[in-house]
């Protein structure tokens, strides 16, 4: 049994034993208390920052606090012992839950990203740089099970590379200290996400030599989800959060780099404004963010090819019933 399904089957007792009265509840202003948990904080979610500084959760009668897991199981984990209203992350997470069995598993109902949004960092400035240099050195990499490492190991096999023969993948370093493992000296390649990737550079501690989003296509990388429970209870809830991300995509799909990092600062604190506008540039100008919200069949189909490339998906597990893409239609609908 892989490590990431033991760890779901430990969260699924919990079910049992955690109260099962959800976190969210009115304030004083009539607004609906939801808590989101987020698998990082990220400018990859910068369609996710507009909504929240501009108002558009408050528009929709949601008083929203955010938590950052630091990794999908950890998110999953908040959503199923009742910590978390909706989670966002990678879908693989949801297709575990269904996996082992539960009655109250993860429904996807919103797309937010459909390419990966991580990027290849070597140390050396290689201008001219191949999959294929990635053979015979070792790479930090990311959790086994998890849509970061399965979709680098796509993109190896892709390109006649095998991830366990080939290469050495580092799976053994937590999330959030990727870069600074390589900064110490671990690895030849790293894999980062925003801002750590372009943080690098301006330490001249590494280079980004190749993304992952660009070199794996379009993927679902990553979507909202809540419990079965929680999504007949608050259907309505359910629709002003997607409402919220769709003003959230409309936004960032219809202004530059410099507007979107302006209004996204206020989340980045650490991270000057000019750093900010580089990475969304980097982010928009592959094509990262969807038009619409709507979870299409061919995508789920896609990720599941994904996990069972990766030995990850024991049996098949039916779009229907993981994915709901009313409220996605419902909210572009709207916006027309």
Known sequence: MKRFN????????????????????????????????????????????VAIELGYFEEEGIDLTLETGFGADKVMTALVSNEADIGFMGSESSIYVYQEGSDDYAVNFAQLTQRAGNFLVSRTNDTDFKWSDLKGKKVIGGRAGGMPEMLFEYILKKNNISPADDLTILQNVDFGSTSAAFTSGI???????????????????????????????????TAYCAKKSFMDKNPEVIQSFTNAIQKGLDYVNSHTADDIASVIAPQFPETDLDTITTIVERYKSQDTWKENTVFEEESFSLLKNI??????????????????????RTAAENRR
């Open 187 to 221: 690895g030849d390649y790293t894999i980062e996400f925003e801002p750590a990737a372009t943080l690098l550079e301006q330490q001249n501690a590494g280079y980004v030599v190749a993304s992952l989003g660009t070199d794996s296509g379009y993927v679902p990388y």
């Open 307 to 328: 996990l069972k490339d990766a030995g990850e998906l024991t049996s098949d597990v039916p779009y229907n019933k993981l994915v709901d893409t009313s409220f996605a």
């Open 6 to 49: 033991r760890i779901i089957s430990v969260m699924l007792a919990t079910i049992f034993v955690i109260s099962m009265t959800a976190c969210s509840s009115t304030n004083n202003t009539g607004n609906k208390k939801i808590t989101l948990n987020e698998v990082a904080h990220s400018i990859f979610y910068a369609p996710q920052y």
